[in-house]
C-alpha cells in the first residue's frame, strides 16, 4: 500500500495551493480558467493539484531578471491550441 500512500502525499486541494501561491481561491480558479496556473485534475466537478505540477509550474515561472521570458502562456497561445484541439 505504498503506493497510494505516495499518491495522496502528492495530491493537494485548491486550498492548499492557493495558500502556497500566496493567491487566492478565486485567483487560482481565473488561473485555471485562462489556462495560465498549474496543471490540476478534476474529479467529477472537484478540482485537485498534484504537488508535482505546482513544483512544475514554479520552475517555469522562475526568473532571475525582470525581462526573462516565463513559460506560462499568453491567451492566444492557450486559445489557438484549444481551436488545433478541437480541429482534430
Known amino acids: 500500500m505504498a503506493g497510494i500512500s505516495s499518491v495522496q502525499d502528492d495530491i493537494a486541494k485548491p486550498?492548499?495551493?492557493?495558500?502556497?501561491?500566496?493567491?487566492?481561491?478565486?485567483?487560482?480558479a481565473q488561473m485555471?480558467?485562462?489556462?495560465?496556473?498549474?496543471?490540476?485534475?478534476?474529479?467529477?466537478?472537484?478540482?485537485?493539484?498534484?504537488w508535482s505540477d505546482v513544483r512544475d509550474y514554479l520552475d517555469a515561472n522562475t526568473c532571475q531578471r525582470?525581462?526573462?521570458l516565463r513559460a506560462v502562456p499568453d491567451r492566444r497561445t492557450v486559445v489557438e491550441s484549444r481551436l488545433a484541439a478541437l480541429a482534430r
Not at 486550498?15 to 500566496?22: F, R, S, Y
Request: hydrophobic fraction near 30%; charged fraction near 35%; glycine fraction near 12%.
Open 15 to 28: 486550498e492548499q495551493v492557493a495558500e502556497a501561491l500566496d493567491t487566492s481561491l478565486a485567483g487560482l
Open 32 to 50: 485555471r480558467y485562462r489556462g495560465t496556473g498549474p496543471k490540476f485534475v478534476k474529479r467529477g466537478r472537484r478540482v485537485l493539484y498534484r
Open 66 to 68: 525582470t525581462d526573462d
